[in-house]
């Protein structure tokens, strides 16, 4: 069976720092892998998706994600986050054969000013 | 584009009430997928539809829910009678095309059972 599982449930980064935010999944077979975002009191929102060919991919609001099959990792990162930036960050996964998406538990991202 | 519509935002209801929930997803869109999200259990499919077809609707909690899609441009998804437990903020999402297609989700209801 598929599983996401994100690590950190919560990552505290001061503005204008890196920050990366891990997503490792298991499954036997190809996927197709997804980040959301969801801003507070609001729904979940496309950051990026991989879903074949270049393994880094770039999203939006400065963020970009790296898939990496031997690790089966999509970690999320971004140069210099900004307080805009402070919301909570899905990865989901998906396969070709099921229509369901397998959805991470969620990481709260926490800008200190 | 206006997006996945959902209304309403807010509902506080008292137990044993019957509240529905409505979501109009993007035209054209070909699956739709109702979600309840709680800081307990995270995420969960509900039930899923295409071509307004409900396909899985494993993840209803119990025949309290029930879902229809009567159109493509409409979906209601009822709970009869309501219970404190189902506290929650329910979504909505619909796609286009397969299952390497991204979801777009409305702003969620709000639902407050006392």
């Known amino acids: 069976a598929q599983s996401v599982t994100q690590l950190d449930s919560q990552v505290p980064v001061f503005e204008e720092a890196p920050v990366e935010l891990r997503c490792n999944y298991s499954?036997?077979?190809?996927?197709?892998l997804f980040w959301y975002v969801q801003y507070p009191n609001q729904g979940l929102q496309l950051l990026l998706k991989?879903?074949?060919?270049s393994t880094l991919v770039k999203g939006i609001n400065g963020f970009e994600a790296e898939f990496n099959k031997s690790q089966t990792s999509f970690h999320l990162r971004k140069p210099s986050v900004h307080i805009s930036d402070t919301a909570e960050y899905f990865c989901?996964?998906?396969?070709?054969?099921?229509?369901?998406?397998?959805w991470g538990a969620g990481t709260k991202l926490i800008i200190k000013p | 584009d206006a997006g996945v519509i959902q209304s309403p935002r807010h509902e506080v209801t008292e137990m044993g009430q019957e509240v529905t929930l409505r979501c109009k997803p993007i035209?054209?869109?070909?699956?739709l997928f109702w979600y309840r999200q709680t800081m307990m259990r995270g995420l969960e499919l509900l039930i899923y539809?295409?071509?307004?077809?409900?396909?899985?609707d494993s993840g209803m909690p119990e025949d309290r829910f029930s879902a229809k899609m009567p159109n493509a441009s409409f979906s209601t998804l009822k709970i009869q009678p309501s219970e404190p437990r189902d506290s929650a903020v329910y979504f909505c999402?619909?796609?286009?095309?397969?299952?390497?297609?991204?979801?777009?989700f409305g702003n969620g209801t709000r639902l407050t059972v006392t």
């Open positions: 499954s036997s077979v190809s996927v197709y």
């Open positions: 989901a996964v998906s396969l070709d054969s099921n229509y369901q998406l397998i």
């Open positions: 991989y879903l074949s060919g």
């Open positions: 539809f295409n071509n307004n077809v409900p396909i899985d």
């Open positions: 035209s054209g869109h070909n699956s």
């Open positions: 999402a619909s796609r286009w095309g397969g299952n390497n297609s991204p979801l777009h």
